[in-house]
């Protein structure tokens, strides 16, 4: 149980072109999902926390014009890499709460994104 | 101000050998402390977590913390390493009032094993 899956898992695009990947809890109902930038080697930054229904939460720095998170449901989220540039290449993964316990976060298997 | 630091930034043990990795935290309440595994190109996988009670916790593939409250501190430990165990591994620190869910992540440690 708990699973988050992640789609795509890959993407290749030109700069200046928007990229979406979703996020799904497959077989819960996630409170709040959280979206993840990891650079190589580098531990997971934070970008934003999003809740069903409601504006999601940035975290300082991050440009939610260039970054828009959709809550649609309690099953699915979604990024969109707005006028992506090479600068934004790298590997977003989201995760998602259960119910109960708030604090338990499921990964998705992550999304690498190359900008050309 | 809120932050978890794994001091150790790569690892290298043989295998069969023991391994303890470790983790120190700075946090305003009591916190919720977790350690996650990341093989090369995957999302994290939960190996164990503590919110309260024993402080000695159990997780999946062998592996055990130990929250240690005076120290700051929560170590991850394995008796006997296996190659399969090479990954990054990373503790992380939530929890306390007005909470979000919110997860403070350690910097990662890079978990090399040798034949």
């Known amino acids: 149980g708990a699973v988050v899956s992640q789609h795509p898992s890959w993407v290749i695009c030109k700069s200046g072109t928007s990229v979406k990947i979703e996020c799904r809890s497959l077989?819960?109902?996630?409170?709040?999902m959280f979206w993840y930038r990891q650079f190589p080697k580098q531990s997971l930054m934070l970008m934003a926390t999003?809740?069903?229904?409601?504006?999601?939460?940035?975290e300082q720095g991050v440009e939610k014009d260039k970054f828009l998170i959709n809550h649609a449901s309690l099953t699915l989220s979604t990024l969109t890499v707005t006028s992506a540039h090479p600068e934004d290449s790298s590997f977003y993964i989201c995760?998602?709460?259960?119910?109960?316990?708030?604090?338990?976060?499921?990964f998705g298997p992550g999304t690498r994104l190359t900008v050309t | 101000a809120q932050s978890v630091t794994q001091p150790d930034i790569h690892i290298t043990v043989s295998e069969g050998a023991s391994l303890e990795l470790r983790c120190n935290y700075s946090y305003g309440a009591t916190p919720y402390l977790f350690w996650y595994v990341q093989s090369p190109g995957q999302g994290l996988q939960l190996l164990l977590k503590?919110?309260?009670?024993?402080?000695l916790v159990q997780g999946i593939k062998g592996f055990e913390a130990e929250f240690k409250r005076s120290q700051s501190s929560f170590n991850l430990r394995k008796p006997s390493v296996h190659w399969s165990d090479a990954a990054e591994y990373f503790c992380a620190v939530g929890g306390g009032s007005g909470n979000t869910g919110k997860l403070i992540f350690g910097q990662g440690t890079t978990l090399q094993v040798k034949p």
């Open positions: 999003s809740n069903e229904g409601s504006k999601a939460t940035y």
């Open positions: 503590y919110f309260s009670g024993d402080t």
């Open positions: 995760s998602a709460n259960h119910r109960t316990p708030s604090y338990e976060q499921y």
């Open positions: 077989d819960f109902q996630a409170t709040t």
